[in-house]
């Protein structure tokens, strides 16, 4: 029997370089030897867009768009959306009674997002409990692996809590504890050097991006405001052009020594901006392509045969569910 990975994104818009390293590169890595289901989160994404659901529903086919374009293969993965298995809402609903609003509240991640959003005052109790929801996605399918960046450890950790108190409670096995797989750059910086790349910050560049756009962007990267000269030193920690060229240039001994001569002085930044946008043109170049290969018709039948497979996993499992509670009335 193959191992299980369950992973996924809020359709909150399209997926960029940071969700690549991150996730989607171990998604597409290890499609072959796992069985894979890859979520679209529009659910989740409502918590904290309940007065915009158009813009999710539009950018459902966008990040099935982003998926196939990387490389995801719909003979290999199952790709469906959130919303259309209501069995993962119902499990949701069993998992509030196991956690305490002040669990909920030492989250670092949706304390993070509760200050960005400025919700201090007034926070939506749907938002609040997302990672209760997100606990039951993972664990509706039995996962044993979660490919995610570094910001959803504390998913995880708080799955498999609830993993551990059902269980106990209702003495059962029927549920499975994940583990996390991080990526090798599980939290990439935005091209400002300032915060992570980001859609909302309007700093992150796009699997879409056109050429145009990628040489825009590799142009624009904050680099070291003290290197003035060609012959001055540089600085290499914090350089965003730096950390780009750590996370997509093949050839790390090169590498090494690029740094070592940007630091010593006389290695300019456009000349390595130009090496970065070359790296990255020929990554994301085939992605384009593969990309437009695919219509919307097609991305239909793909997301309605997942959903389709993905749901009976699901049912099969809310019905030990039911069965472990006590819930099998008929
Ligand atoms: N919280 C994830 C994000 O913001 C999306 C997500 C929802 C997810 N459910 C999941 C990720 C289950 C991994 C597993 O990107």
């Not at 509030?96 to 991640?109: I, K, W």
């Not at 609830?162 to 106990?168: A, D, E, H, L, P």
């Not at 750059?185 to 560049?205: E, H, P, Y």
């Amino acid at each position: 029997m193959k191992k299980v990975i369950l992973t996924g994104d809020r359709p909150t818009g399209k997926l960029h370089l940071g969700h690549y390293v991150g996730s989607l590169l171990n998604r597409v890595l290890l499609q072959d030897t796992y069985t894979q289901f890859v979520m679209i989160a529009d659910v989740q994404a409502l918590t904290d867009n309940f007065e915009h659901p158009q813009k999710i529903i539009e950018n459902v086919y966008e990040v099935a768009r982003d998926y196939l374009s990387v490389g995801l293969d719909p003979q290999k993965t199952t790709f469906f959306i959130q919303s259309q298995i209501p069995e993962i809402t119902e499990l949701t609903l069993y998992y509030l009674n196991l956690v305490t609003l002040g669990r909920l509240e030492r989250n670092p991640t949706v304390k993070t997002e509760i200050h960005q959003k400025k919700y201090e005052d007034s926070i939506p109790a749907g938002f609040f409990c997302y990672p209760v929801n997100q606990a039951a996605d993972i664990t509706i399918f039995k996962a044993d692996l979660v490919p995610v960046g570094q910001d959803q450890v504390p998913m995880i950790e708080q799955t498999n809590e609830i993993v551990r108190k059902f269980n106990r409670i209702y003495d059962t096995t029927c549920l499975k504890e994940a583990k996390v797989l991080l990526g090798d750059t599980s939290r990439l910086v935005g091209i400002d050097g300032k915060s992570k790349a980001s859609k909302s910050l309007g700093n992150a560049l796009f699997l879409s991006d056109t050429p145009e756009e990628i040489k825009h962007k590799v142009f624009a990267m904050f680099t070291d405001p003290m290197h003035i000269r060609l012959s001055d030193p540089g600085h290499v920690e914090g350089n965003v052009v730096f950390t780009y060229l750590d996370a997509f240039y093949k050839d790390k001994e090169e590498l090494a020594a690029l740094k070592a001569h940007y630091e010593r002085g006389g290695l300019g930044d456009t000349t390595l901006k130009n090496l970065l946008n070359e790296t990255l043109q020929n990554l994301l170049a085939p992605f384009r392509e593969k990309r437009e290969s695919f219509q919307t018709k097609d991305l239909k039948e793909i997301l309605f045969s997942g959903t389709t497979q993905a749901r009976k996993v699901a049912q099969e499992t809310m019905r030990e569910v039911r069965e472990a509670i006590g819930l099998n009335y008929f």
